[in-house]
C-alpha cells in the first residue's frame, strides 16, 4: 500500500516553497474495502498547503484500487489513516 501511494504522488506538482520545507506534513484517512476499493479519501490533518495537500490527495485517488483485504482479515473494510511528508524525512 505505502510503496502503491508513493509512486502515484507526483510531487513535481506541489509548491516549490513547500516542497522544500523539512516539516510540512499532510494527515489523510481512508477506507479500503474487502476487494481493494478506496473509499472516503479525505484530508483530517491540512498542511495548510493546498498544493501539497491536493497532490496527496490524487496519489490516493490514482492508487484506487488496492490490493484486496487478506482473506485471513475478518472485517468488511479497513481505516487508513496515512501522512504525507517531505522527500527524505520518513
Do not use: C, E
Amino acid at each position: 500500500m505505502i510503496r502503491r501511494i508513493s509512486q502515484n504522488w507526483n510531487q513535481a506538482s506541489i509548491d516549490p516553497s513547500a516542497r522544500a520545507s523539512r516539516t510540512i506534513k499532510a494527515t489523510a484517512t481512508f477506507t479500503i474495502m474487502r476487494d481493494g476499493t478506496v473509499k472516503d479519501i479525505r484530508i483530517t490533518d491540512s498542511s495548510r498547503n493546498s498544493s501539497f495537500d491536493n497532490s496527496g490527495l490524487r496519489a490516493l485517488y490514482d492508487s484506487n484500487p488496492m490490493p484486496a483485504l487478506p482473506s485471513d482479515y475478518s472485517g468488511s473494510y479497513l481505516t487508513v489513516t496515512f501522512d504525507f511528508l517531505p522527500p527524505g524525512t520518513h
